[in-house]
């Protein structure tokens, strides 16, 4: 079940639950710290099974028509079961319903790891296209992929 999450303590909780369980991508203490604390202002919806956390999607606005999906991690164990695909789906619909008409999302570009060129084609498989690469967005080891999709 995917669940609207408004209280900040939880938000904090349940994305510092999720992203320290997947230091593959987020063992950056700084930037994982980063994504816990801004995640209590952004739109956060939740994957559980009962009281179980699957993991978690994030939400902020960007422009007056996108809004980028800022933080997404999923439970290993949950990897490859449909998680990440509903939480996707249930963001668009939310992002829509908010009169948003654009979402982007960042990773690092196709080609460069392993593990991200898995978030690549997921990302892909959920309808978003290239839209542009900064190579110096982050770091010139981690060029900047965005993503975009069209809501409407």
Known sequence: MIVLIKDADEKR???RAVLEALPEW???????EGYIRDCADWTFLAAKDG?????????KETGNATVE?????VM?????NGVGRKLVEK????????GYEFMQVKTVRMGMYEDYDRTNLFYVSCGF??????????DEANPCQIYVTYLK
């Open 13 to 15: 909780a349940i994305a």
């Open 69 to 73: 999906l800022a933080i997404m991690g």
């Open 26 to 32: 987020f063992e950056v203490e700084e930037s994982r």
């Open 76 to 80: 290993k164990e949950y990897h490859r």
């Open 51 to 59: 009281d179980r956390i699957m993991g978690f999607l994030c939400l």
């Open 91 to 98: 963001a668009k619909e939310v992002a829509k319903a908010d």
């Open 129 to 138: 296209k290239e839209f542009e690469v900064f190579p110096h967005h982050w």
